[in-house]
């Protein structure tokens, strides 16, 4: 049985990788994963990605920090320390409704922001010290970098034809992710000592004039 190759094609424009992406997916293949520098307006349909569930977890979030603040305001103005302010009854929370008001919507506010933030940094892996999964970081300036799994020979061919149809600029078979790390680290310091040499060059040639 073959093992699993990572077909990785590179583009220049968010049109011709979507295009890509609609073609691969209309004969059947699956797009694992499209590093793109901007969000792209219909990828994550042309993927077939699930519809996002960050809105649940948003209103579960608003709800709790709205009854988070009711029970301290609660607490704090009827039950610990009664207060009298210009004459409005304090001893009913529901009597002191209108003022707790807008301390409430921005407990909510507050709680589904900051808690869905964390709650979709922490689900993409990008937590406090979490290591880069990029695997080309060209994507993060001006290019899009699509990844696909596959094991048969054929279809990797097929794949590759696709890719070359829609316009990419490069197509690689790699054994792994690691391996397309590992070869763009020594392509840049190939061309970091390529560079160091030319300018020596020019240094040794403006001292011989």
Not at 25 to 42: C, I
Not at 90 to 113: H, K, R, W
């Amino acid at each position: 049985m073959s093992s699993n190759k990572v077909i990785y094609g590179l583009f220049d424009d968010d049109d011709k990788v979507l295009h890509a992406t609609k073609t691969l997916v209309s004969k059947g293949y699956t797009v694992n994963e499209v590093y793109s520098p901007f969000p792209v307006h219909g990828l994550d349909t042309a993927m077939g990605l699930r519809y996002s569930r960050m809105a649940i977890t948003s209103f579960i979030y608003g709800v709790l920090g709205a009854f988070l603040i009711t029970l301290l305001m609660w607490y704090i103005m009827i039950e610990d320390w009664p207060m009298v302010i210009g004459g409005k009854p304090n001893f009913s929370y529901g009597q002191n409704l209108p003022a707790f008001i807008p301390v409430t919507f921005e407990a909510t506010v507050f709680c589904a922001a900051h808690l869905m933030v964390i709650t979709f940094l922490f689900r993409c892996g990008l937590f406090p010290g979490s290591s880069s999964r990029n695997p080309d970081p060209r994507t993060t300036d001006d290019k899009f970098l699509m990844e696909i799994i596959e094991s048969d020979p054929k279809k990797i061919t097929e794949i590759k034809n696709i890719l070359k149809k829609s316009g990419a600029e490069e197509i690689k078979v790699k054994n792994s992710e690691s391996e397309l790390i590992d070869e763009l680290r020594e392509s840049k310091v190939t061309k970091k000592k390529k560079l160091k040499l030319k300018s020596s060059k020019k240094i040794k040639k403006r001292k011989n004039e």
